[in-house]
């Protein structure tokens, strides 16, 4: 039973994107570049504000020429689960090197 009550406040992508971006600072290994974030001087990750939602562009791995998988963050439990794989594939790459 739904009685029209949403407790969750509107998504604000842009103080996401500020969120987003703090974490990837505190995270030490990756450098801000332009539009993207480098890992080592490669490129592994994009972020951009699209249509109201913050559009995250995750590399599978590092490379001068990623393959990109894309990520639509539109609330912010989307955003915690992106920091989440974000640790993820910093730790797994850093393990592979």
Do not use: C
Request: no cysteine; hydrophobic share 45%; net charge positive.
């Amino acid at each position: 039973m739904t009685d029209g009550w949403d407790i969750t406040p509107p998504f604000n992508a842009e103080a996401s994107l500020q969120t987003l971006k703090r974490f990837l600072r505190d995270q030490r290994v990756l450098v801000e570049r332009a539009e993207a974030w480098q890992l080592a001087g490669q490129p592994v990750l994009k972020l951009a504000i699209e249509a109201g939602a913050l559009q995250l562009h995750l590399a599978r791995r590092p490379a001068r020429t990623p393959e990109w998988e894309r990520l639509a963050l539109g609330s912010a439990v989307d955003v915690r689960r992106a920091q989440d794989e974000i640790r993820r594939r910093l730790a797994r790459w850093q393990d592979d090197d």
